[in-house]
């Protein structure tokens, strides 16, 4: 049996609608992990749904419970064909955000999968139901073409993801045995582009913080103590102010990050960030200056101000508010120290005469990480989805958003490798998320591909 006789039957399984099956009895499972009373769906995904699935392919399927208890528990599925074949670690969560379940267009309903010329509607279609499905979708055609794999398997998936993967570091740190392997291959995030198959080797971290000021006690009448109390709201937009430029550059000293390795610079320099359907128009003179699109996004450091609230928006009163608070956050990229964020802004807004705005870490921080592109798994991975794809490959440092990565690539010690399924435009967290059949299609083969050529013997763990 050949590699092509495997990517025949993978695009069989597509054609003749066993991959909408398949991906349709999963979303209808309601694993909103960020609402409560979820629990009953985040078990029943994982004994009713993926433990049969994997234990009629060979898999040694566990659920254990998570070590944060009011969060989901985790699948542990491997599948060991010999202590000198090289091993991978793959993984994917089965929990989603909300529903939403009566903003979706057209009245569509986000548990049933709803297809509309190209795009297919439904909670979990792009993250990570969908993703995860189409990797495990080509594990089983690749053992079902060549007999055996030719390589061990050991897959995670968690359901907390979206809650930011409670409990998830302790777990591996205390299963670390579990999860020895020779490299990290998995699937989440978008595609650079919806037509170009894409790989990224780590994420840029994520910290997020709360900023308020309270001036007084209660709202005043702005006729009777207007030019009298000061304003929260205002001094706040005055500390923003001096946080970030109307054009986006960081002001914050030691907030911005503008180092970037060569290696990771030539990869960048391929990259053409934007387009596709359903994305917005980019504004090219927004971020750091003297950085080229792609750069901005992939390698540096970004502000947002997630939110701003002074006084009541939904009821404005002639009154001069109490208080004011702004949610915001930073994505970094390698060689930033986390712990110094929340210092060098407490330092910066002192400095500026802002010492009665308060600032507090809102949860552990997600952390950057990086493989570098010229590591061998990098390259050979880049090889086999070339081979596939029939053209180059999109290589992506690191993703624009954050993963929690660094549990693979810094606790367990895996060199790390994410091929997407997606692209920006998929509505993930919002109404009418939906994934393309065309990425869809191209996905299941390249993940086909992969996993044949990892277990052909002509590895980084055996080069010959």
Known sequence: ???????????????NGDFEADLARRIAYKTESNLAGCEAALQAYLDDE??????????????????????????????????????????????????????????MSPWHITKDGKRWYGRGTADNKGQHTINIAALKTVLETRGKLGFNVTILIEMGEERGSPGLKDFCAAHQKLFKADVFIASDGPRIHPDKPTIFMGSRGVFNFTMRLETHAGGHHSGNWGGLL???????????????????????????????????????AKLEVGGGDNTPDINPNWGEPDMTLAER????????????????????????????????????????????????????????????????????PM???????????????????????????????????????????????????????????????????????????????????LWWDLGAGKTPKDPA
């Open 50 to 107: 993926l433990v049969p699935c994997l234990t009629d392919i060979g898999f040694d399927c566990e659920i254990f419970p998570n070590p944060r208890r009011d969060a989901g528990p985790f699948l542990v599925a491997r599948r060991i064909e010999g202590e000198d074949l090289p091993t991978v670690m793959t993984y994917g969560h089965g929990d989603v955000v909300a529903g939403y379940d009566t903003q979706w267009d057209n009245q």
């Open 367 to 449: 952390y950057a990480t990086r493989l570098d592109p010229d590591h061998p798994w990098a390259k050979w991975a880049v090889q086999s989805l070339r081979q596939t794809a029939g053209e180059e490959i999109s290589v992506v440092p690191n993703l624009g958003g954050s993963l929690p990565n660094d549990v693979f690539a810094d606790l367990l010690g895996l060199p790390t490798i994410w091929v997407p399924h997606s692209y920006a435009g998929c509505s993930q967290h919002a109404p009418n998320e939906h994934i393309l059949n065309s990425i869809s299609q191209s996905a299941l083969r390249l993940m086909t591909g």
């Open 297 to 364: 996004v992939f390698a540096s450091n970004t502000f947002e101000v997630r939110a701003f609230e002074t006084g009541n928006p939904q009821s404005p009163a002639n009154a001069i508010p109490p208080s004011a608070v702004v949610f915001g956050h930073l994505r970094y990229v390698v060689g930033t120290d986390i712990k110094q964020l929340l210092p060098l802004l407490r330092a910066h807004l002192d400095k500026h005469g802002f010492g009665d705005i308060t600032i507090t870490s809102e949860r552990d």
């Open 1 to 15: 049996m050949s590699r092509d006789q495997a990517l025949s039957r993978i695009d069989d399984y597509f054609d």
């Open 230 to 268: 000061t304003n929260p709201g205002v001094v706040m937009a005055h500390a923003l102010a001096s946080m970030i430029d109307r054009n986006g550059k960081i002001l914050v000293e030691g907030w911005r990050n503008t180092h970037i390795p060569n290696s990771v610079r030539a990869a960048i």
